[in-house]
């Protein structure tokens, strides 16, 4: 089973990933937790790259080939053998963030970002994923101030220099996959307090987990 957790920065993805890490754990699944860009050594050189802040000057293809480029390895060397193992896949970004980073805030055409994921993906597809929603003047505020403590790492700031325009159309993006896929995509009040986010997640995920085939 593939798991994504999906929302723009600041919006709590690190400590929701955190909190199902440890209910997979406790219950005894066989699971794995990576992550977009970076979940591979290879990757986590393009994720260097890609979010260095003096590469403001990246051009918004080569910024997709990138994040593409890092897909393809991260699919075939770790989430394809994982998931054919029989493990849970539990991954911090996927395909989502492209349609909603690259598409919807750059701009770059749906058709095109189709036809790379496509190229990548082995036809693999989240079963379900996570949308933590909430506004970008709230989310980047949250960001900023985890950098300001310490607690984030600063190297992971191109994308929180954008202006709140950019994160509100990556938001817009967002929202619009998740009427398209109400199945799929769950969106979450990331709003709510950590721990009524964690339960609004575990009691989706549960639910989730009882009515697949062990
Ligand atoms: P992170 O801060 O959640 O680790 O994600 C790194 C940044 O990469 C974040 O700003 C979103 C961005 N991103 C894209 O723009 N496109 C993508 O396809 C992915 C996976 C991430």
Redesign the pocket.
Known sequence: MFITMEGI?GSG?TTQIANITRYLEVSGYAYMVT???GGTKIGEKIRRI??DQEHHMLDAMAELLL?TADRAQHVSEKIKPALEEGKIVLC??FYD??IA??GAARGIDADTIKTLNNLVLKDISPDVTFLLDLSPEIGLLRAWSEINTGSRDMG?SR?ECEKILFHENVRKGYLALAEAEPQRIKRIDATLSPGAVEDAILTELKRFLRSRPS
């Open positions: 920065e993805k992550r977009e860009p890609l979010l994040y911090d970004r963030s492209t980073y690259q992971q994308f």
